[in-house]
T-cell receptor, first 110, second 114 residues
Framework: RKEVEQDPGPFNVPEGATVAFNCTYSNSASQSFFWYRQDCRKEPKLLMSVYSSGNEDGRFTAQLNRASQYISLLIRDSKLSDSATYLCVVLGGSQGNLIFGKGTKLSVKP | DAGVIQSPRHEVTEMGQEVTLRCKLISGHNSLFWYRQTMMRGLELLIYFNNNVPIDDSGMPEDRFSAKMPNASFSTLKIQPSEPRDSAVYFC????????????FGQGTRLTVV
């Protein structure tokens, strides 16, 4: 089983839609989780951290389910500018290295 | 601060040649990551340094790859000899808190080995 797994998509949605991505991780000892965003031919950038209690940042909501070892990202009222690849990231074990999923591609259409 | 700076941005080289990729960390950051990204395999961690010391190099593909941190602000990734399958985008990222915080990426080096 890969350390971090995501549905690669693509998710093609109309503007205004709500879209959700899930990610599963294999290391039950993982403590920190993040969502990164990567635009085409650009570097990844932190979108938001994921806290145990769930957290919201504007149209974006991240949730963590430790029992099932999955993380989710919900985007409400999708904008054209949300089109990108969303990477699920887990802080791996005690080494402190960040493990990235392969990403889920989102395309928001007019 | 200019952020993480990588050079060169693009590199085209012939198979068998030595390639050196360079990375300047953000001042004050103490963790350094080298990643490789391809369509097939996504973003793969090659090696991770903390306070100039390699912590995890299990992702380095083979002995042709080597990475160094000669000082706290600079790192190199060397491929010798290069092969066509090494073609990828190589990212360097730094983090201020031993990897527990946000990782800041450079713009990457797009390597093509022909």
């Amino acid at each position: 089983r890969k350390e971090v797994e995501q549905d690669p998509g693509p998710f093609n949605v109309p503007e205004g839609a709500t879209v959700a991505f899930n990610c599963t991780y294999s290391n039950s000892a993982s403590q920190s989780f993040f969502w990164y965003r990567q635009d085409c031919r650009k570097e990844p950038k932190l979108l938001m951290s994921v806290y145990s209690s769930g957290n919201e940042d504007g149209r974006f909501t991240a949730q963590l389910n430790r029992a099932s070892q999955y993380i989710s990202l919900l985007i409400r009222d999708s904008k054209l500018s949300d089109s990108a690849t969303y990477l699920c990231v887990v802080l791996g074990g005690s080494q402190g290295n960040l493990i990235f999923g392969k990403g889920t591609k989102l395309s928001v259409k007019p | 601060d200019a952020g993480v700076i990588q050079s060169p941005r693009h590199e085209v080289t012939e198979m068998g040649q030595e390639v050196t990729l360079r990375c300047k960390l953000i001042s004050g950051h103490n963790s350094l990551f080298w990643y490789r990204q391809t369509m097939m395999r996504g973003l793969e961690l090659l090696i991770y340094f903390n306070n100039n010391v390699p912590i995890d190099d299990s992702g380095m593909p083979e002995d042709r790859f080597s990475a160094k941190m000669p000082n706290a602000s600079f790192s190199t990734l060397k491929i010798q000899p290069s092969e066509p399958r090494d073609s990828a985008v190589y990212f360097c990222a730094s983090s201020p808190t031993g990897g527990a915080g946000e990782a800041f990426f450079g713009q990457g080096t797009r390597l093509t080995v022909v």
